[in-house]
């Protein structure tokens, strides 16, 4: 039993709220200096459109007066998350972790800086792979019949979406063997449901991808099942692991 049945409740909601308040000043301060840059990042952004060399004036549109600093606020927030983001999941970390064990926790800080690492390759991914494709088929796909002015709030709201979520997939592996390292899933239930999954890809891709050519969609749902699948090789692993530690734990308590 964990120490955290014996803490009160009110002593949970304090840490929380300590927790929160740190977070918050945190991206806050990361977002300041994100807006400090926000052109900067947001010439990035617009990079894998090739320039809009394409479409009148070589660059996005904005037909509502507040609409680019709305879009300069947006990418400093989300762009200050992203800088905030491993302080912020040590403080989600701090705050769990008196309800977990011992080895529960050393797996878990251990993840963190891996689940840093997954989200910017699933970023990166998302950036240089799966969104030139896309949005150079959306700025093609008709142009002979209307010309396309692209408003810049619409663009970058496509691009932070696919970026958000691309990231939340190469999240994947890293749940499933936490999960599996503590026995919530197993392989056998992961490697059963195989089939399930693969559709579930697809779905993703579907709804992820802003394009209906099967090929965008094929390129956001085969990184979906790869993660997928690295997962329920690394919830073997971690299944492993597992119960080596039970065998060695029950092993000391007999000889003691």
Known sequence: MSGDDKIPIGHHLLELRKRLVYSAAAIVIC??????????????????AEGFEEI???KPIFTDITEFIGVAVK?????????????VLFQIVRFVAPGLSG???RYLYSLMPVSVLAFVAGAAFGYFVLFPPAVNFLLSFGSEVATPYIRIGNYVNLMITLLFWMGIVFETPVVLFFLSRIGV????????NRRYALVVAFVLGAIITPTFDPLNQSLVAIPIIGMYELGVWLSRIGGRKRRKH???????????
């Open 246 to 256: 039970s065998t060695a734990l029950v092993s000391s308590a007999d000889d003691s």
């Open 56 to 58: 009148p004036n070589h």
């Open 75 to 87: 990418v400093s927030m989300l762009g200050g998350l992203f800088l905030a983001l491993p302080f």
């Open 103 to 105: 080895l529960e926790k």
């Open 31 to 48: 977002a300041a200096v994100a807006f400090a840059f926000h052109q900067q990042i947001l010439l990035i952004l617009m990079s894998p």
């Open 185 to 192: 899933v197993s392989y056998e239930f992961l490697a059963k």
